[in-house]
């Protein structure tokens, strides 16, 4: 069982609309508030390694970079800390802190709670204009499919090529360009946490038609085996990179660096180089 | 190490004022939003006997019951599962769904995640007319000190008397009798879920004044001997009343029970006839 057949589950009881996108959407006069909250703890996430403040960061960024994926502006974070030892939560709340004024958000609230292992949930609200509002759905036929900043680097470093590990332990969540892509009008856009491949899966569910993408156009993590840095930016997961659709007439967007891998096609699928895309990239596992 | 120790860590990072109520508050033109976050998991709070539905109920209804005792009604609930059986999430959600219904408020939206012990965590949104908001800061000496409901419940099954167990199991969030109190304007009011005398000491920490009570006034659990029900009443948690406080020609107030239990006094103390309350209750433990 992985975590995408069971969302189904989820969408059978509240429905559907409420889980294809990477934040929840509530109208608020002429603008839209985003909502979003992830679950992050110590044997998936954390890595030994990592500093509680760095724990902290991440667990900032991933929420921050859902916000950032509908084109929203971060405002405010709620933080669950379940601890296993107290001494962590220093360090743990100072990150998150750091992480949330760099992006312009601010932290008002959360919980504290004893627990097994180290396990914080992270819970972002943000605001956009509707009009600039983004969402998975809205691909349309021609559209470009382009991708910031270079996927594969997190798992790379899980890899052992060490220069990666800062894009592991301090993803840098894609708030100012979540924000640039939504006012520039983009079609459909999601942030790439669980892999280039899986993302694309993810907007074909959201969408009528299909995307196909170029592996010769795609940005690879540097000082890697060229067929194994393929690999990992198509099916590696832990980077907050931002994918998303654009109207040709709108390609180049000013301000923002971006790679153009693809273009969105009338068919009902995910293409690689003319041939379906494997459907594969982190997921949750249950046996 | 307690919970309520290591807040003050929280404190000194994103600031007091974030920390003094059931939930955070987000200024939203004539009106407030309300935001908490609450986490729940297997080896504390869910109870061997608990159905999976039961379990989904409780994490709604714990979220729930923080909006009320802001005199806030409880509009969308976010849930995010870390399952260690992915057969449970299905019950889960069914559960939280049903309470969200019953109350007003929408899921509308989450994460699943595979963790090693069920861990849900529920954070909730409400709105208030400004007017209406009630904080645990606001109580005046002379205030009459009130609770709905009877506490000690829960905490009376957990020590052997089966007829409470409802109580713990499917607690009801008091949400109407919350914006009852919000628009009668009482001066000060959060939930019960640790017990009265904790939640004494959480007023206390928020207002200049202090807090007297009678112990002949409080209601206790029904078929327990007469000392053993005080204590529950007193220091049980797992209840979800609200605790208020109120100016007296304000009382009675209508359509809503509840039972006066004391009155604000001046001195920053807690008494029980006239003597210091101990300051015990639920709380989360660290070594």
Wanted: charged share 20%.
């Amino acid at each position: 069982m992985d975590d995408r057949t069971l969302l189904k589950t989820v969408m059978d009881i509240v429905g559907r609309d409420h889980c294809l996108d990477d934040c929840a959407i509530i109208p608020f006069g002429d603008q839209v508030m985003v909502l979003t909250t992830d679950m992050l703890h110590a044997s998936t996430d954390f890595l030994g390694g990592m500093t509680d403040w760095q724990i902290g960061w991440m667990s900032a960024a991933v929420t921050l970079s859902d916000i950032a994926g509908m084109g929203a502006k971060p405002q405010y974070l709620l933080l669950a800390v379940g601890l296993d030892h107290w001494q962590q939560l220093a360090g743990v709340m100072q990150g998150a802190q750091n992480c949330c004024k760099k992006n312009g958000a601010t932290i008002i609230g959360g919980d504290i709670d004893r627990h097994c292992e180290l396990t914080v949930v992270s819970t972002g609200l943000g605001i956009v204009e509707k009009k600039y509002l983004v969402r998975r759905k809205g691909a349309k036929p021609d559209d470009l499919i382009c991708v910031t900043g270079t996927c594969g680097q997190a798992q790379a470093f899980l890899e052992g090529y060490s220069q990666h590990k800062l894009a592991l332990f301090e993803p840098q969540p894609r708030v100012e360009e979540g924000q640039i892509l939504g006012r520039a009008g983009v079609s459909a856009m999601m942030d790439v946490s669980d892999g280039i491949a899986l993302s694309l899966y993810d907007l074909l569910e959201a969408n009528e038609c299909g995307f196909a993408i170029e592996s010769s156009k795609i940005p690879r993590p540097t000082g890697i085996p060229e067929l194994q840095a393929k690999e990992l930016a198509l099916f590696g997961g832990g980077d907050y990179e931002l994918i998303f659709t654009c109207a040709k007439e709108k390609h180049p967007i000013m301000g923002i660096q971006y790679t153009v891998i693809g273009k969105v096609i009338t068919n009902h699928q995910v293409l690689i180089d003319g041939e379906i895309l494997e459907k594969r990239g982190y997921q949750h596992q249950w046996k």
